[in-house]
């Protein structure tokens, strides 16, 4: 009699039981996402975008008190500088926030704020419009028009109403400036009421902001949701002999967007593993 030869298919070599390998839970395996997501955020705020939070009316009406815009900061890292008529986020280049009301966020505050998910409450930064760049000549007599090398700006469509493209004052409100290379001369949109260069000429800088301070150009109200909206740059600043360079296209995806972006490969690729 012929004897059948069986193979048992849970045997593995040597006619060992093989045990199949049980899947990681998904509470087991969720800790670990998370952190993932966190790193990514981390990374995304460090390297590529990063939400601010609008402190003042002083970019009236184009941006209002309490909105939270996203900042591109991927570009600069390829050396790119400010350009003409950009919103630009900078840290506080010699003291212009002297005197102003800071927050005292809490432990949740601060860690979101770190990662990213939420905007920085503790950095003493500034958002205003780039006026000039390096070589620019900027000057205002009168209540206007704002000249940039001799040519006018046509800044109706984003100044506040009612405002003057100049004010007249001996604050800082009428000037003729030449902005060095590596710097920046900015102003707000509400032109009334924004201190910026025009006003803190007295300091080390001369009013100038160092392309160095700049973390960002800002391309996209994010919040809240009924205001979304890109920043692009006015036409104005396109006028021939600005010598003004296209802007720069920027990220508008939320921090927590990218990063939840960032983890579905990572998870299929975890789950696979396993």
């Known amino acids: ?73 991927l570009t600069p890292w390829f050396g790119s500088e400010p350009e003409r008529g950009e919103v630009v986020v900078f840290h506080d280049p010699d003291n212009w926030l002297a005197g102003e009301p800071t927050t005292d966020p809490n432990a949740l505050q601060t860690f979101l704020s770190w990662i990213g998910l939420m905007p920085s409450a503790e950095e003493k930064d500034l958002i205003k419009r780039v006026v000039g760049v390096g ?51 900015v102003m ?30 800002a391309v996209v109200i994010a919040w809240p949701i009924n205001r979304w909206d890109n920043l692009p740059v006015p036409d104005t600043f396109d006028q021939s002999g600005l010598n003004a360079q296209p802007a720069a296209a920027g990220w508008a995806v939320a921090p927590q967007g990218l990063a939840l972006a960032g983890v579905v490969p990572v998870v299929l690729w975890w789950r696979r593993k396993r």
């Open 1 to 73: 009699m012929t004897g059948k030869h069986t193979t048992a298919e849970n045997q593995g070599p040597g006619g060992t039981n093989r045990t199949p390998k049980k899947a990681r839970s998904f509470w087991k395996e969720l800790p670990i996402l998370i952190g993932i997501a966190l790193v990514l955020a981390l990374l995304i705020k460090t390297f590529l975008v990063q939400a601010f939070s609008i402190p003042s009316d002083s970019m009236q009406n184009t941006l209002q008190q309490g909105d939270r815009v996203l900042v591109d900061k």
């Open 135 to 185: 070589g620019d000549t900027v000057e205002c007599k009168g209540t206007g028009p704002l000249k940039v090398n001799g040519k006018a700006l046509d800044d109706r469509s984003y100044i506040y109403p009612g405002n003057t493209p100049c004010s007249v004052d001996d604050q800082g409100g009428q000037f003729k400036v030449k902005v060095p290379e590596g710097s920046i001369w």
């Open 188 to 217: 707000g949109d509400h032109r009334q009421n924004s201190r910026d260069s025009r006003y803190n000429q007295a300091d080390r800088h001369k009013g100038m902001v160092p392309v160095k301070e700049v973390v960002g150009r």
